[in-house]
Each structure stands twice: as structure tokens, then as C-alpha cells.
DNA sequence: TTTGATGCAAACTTTTTGCAGCTAC
DNA sequence: GTAGCTGCAAAAAGTTTGCATCAAA
């Protein structure tokens, strides 16, 4: 764990948003303005990797980072590309997933968010 | 309706196959040589906006995209991304919209298929 | 001390765009 | 005839990588 990779990892764990790999790199350049946009990048692999965060990709925009590591569905503005979680009630996705071998799952609901309805 | 555009729609039509715009691009070419990868992408994009198409954003990997403009859900193979289209159980998503203007949703299911099982 | 990480810069992949000429309607 | 489309080529956006140096365990 350098410096670098915890304050990346730290960024991510403070607040619920989910941030852009840009967005993460500026926050942490304001802390340490030394800090490579490749170092970002590489970083925020191995803390996929290693699952410590997760990677969302996201519809034309860049891909964000979740500190809840649990799998859950997203609700996305498609106005902002704000993204919060949501809860997965128990047992949701089984009249879908029975007799196939799921190993993960990825759901976006889509909505305009308050803010963006103006 | 350009001759390129009919091309590039007439592929999409004629297999169930979830395919990337440089696969498209290479199939579409092979009937018409001088056809230009921009020519593609902006199609795609014009199908696209006129709902005749539907665009899918992959992980890690290059948007493909489906004849089925119906929304549902969709099983992804980990290892190849190979794609299928699956049914939504009526009301399955019910407990998770309830209370939020949802506009859309994205599902995807991810396994890994029996090709890449070996 | 040595394994792995960094900063930098260049490269890569996917997609978009400016432009001059061409084509469908 | 003209609005919109094409091919081409260059550029954009997001991300990855090679390399020499540096720092953490």
C-alpha cells in the first residue's frame, strides 16, 4: 500500500458518490499534486482486483468506482450520470437466473434525477 | 435510406447475434468495399435515436448492438462476451421502481458459456 | 534488498467530427 | 435542387503501457 493507493482508496471510501477515475484524480491531486493520471488508473485496477471496490461501467461516459463492494442495482440519472444504489430485495433476479450458471449481475434502473428536472 | 445505411440495418435484422460496429464494419464490407468506418458508427447512431436498434454498452469491451427493440434482459458470457437476449418475467422489476419515475433499465446477467467451458 | 510502484509520455482502442464532394428524394 | 449523406483523415476521449527511477516491506 503506497501513499498513493491509499489516498485513491480513501477517496473512494469517504463519500457514497461514485466517482469518475478523472474525478478521483483531481480530488487526489489536490492533495498530492505529484500524482500521475496513469497511477490512478493502475491503482484503481488492483483495488478492483482485489476487490476492495467496484468498477461500473457506464452508458457513453466514463466508467465509476462504488465502495460498496456488495453486489446491488444502480439507479442512474440519464441527464447527470449521477448514480446512487440501491437495495436488491431477496430473491429478485431468481425467476430469471434459474437453471443458468449466473455468476454476477449488473442492473441500472435509469430516471432523471430532482436536481436535473430543474 | 442510403444504400449504407439499408446495409448496416439489413445486418443488424438478419441474425440474432449481438454484434460490435467493427464486426459490422467488416461484414458490411465485404458487400460493399468502400463503405468507411465512420459511415458505420454514425448509422448506427441515427438507428439508434430512431428506435430501430438498440445500442448495448459492454464492460470493458465495445458496445454491441441488438435487432430486439423491446427492452429486456441480457446474458453475457464473461470470457467472449457473446450475448443472448432473455425474457423478462412480467412485473419482476416492480419492487425495485416502486416510488421512482424510472424511465429504462439495463440487465445483465453475466455466466460464462458452454464454448468457453471447453 | 528486492519487488513492486511511481511519474512521464507515448500508444492504444473506440468513437466522433470537419470537410469537400456525392446521392437520394 | 438541396438536404442530408458519404469517404477520408484527423482528432477526441478514456484508458493502458514501456521505461527508467524510486520507495515500501
Redesign the interface.
Known amino acids: 500500500m503506497t501513499r498513493q493507493r491509499q489516498l485513491i482508496y480513501n477517496i473512494i471510501r469517504a463519500a457514497p458518490e461514485h466517482r469518475t477515475a478523472e474525478e478521483i484524480y483531481d480530488l487526489a491531486r489536490s492533495e498530492m499534486p505529484s500524482l500521475a493520471r496513469g497511477t490512478v488508473y493502475r491503482n484503481l485496477g488492483v483495488l478492483v482486483r482485489d476487490g476492495r471496490i467496484r468498477?461500473l461501467?457506464?452508458?457513453?461516459a466514463p466508467a465509476r468506482y462504488d465502495r460498496e463492494r456488495r453486489p446491488h442495482?444502480h439507479?442512474v440519472c440519464?441527464k447527470c450520470g449521477r448514480v446512487t444504489d440501491?437495495i436488491?430485495?431477496e430473491g429478485?433476479?431468481d425467476?430469471?437466473?434459474a437453471g443458468?450458471?449466473?455468476?454476477?449481475?449488473?442492473?441500472?434502473?435509469?430516471?432523471?434525477c430532482p436536481a436535473c428536472r430543474g
Open positions: 468498477k461501467e457506464m452508458a457513453d442495482p439507479l440519464e440501491l436488491m430485495p429478485l433476479l425467476p430469471l437466473t443458468l450458471a449466473v455468476t454476477g449481475y449488473d442492473l441500472k434502473l435509469y430516471h432523471v
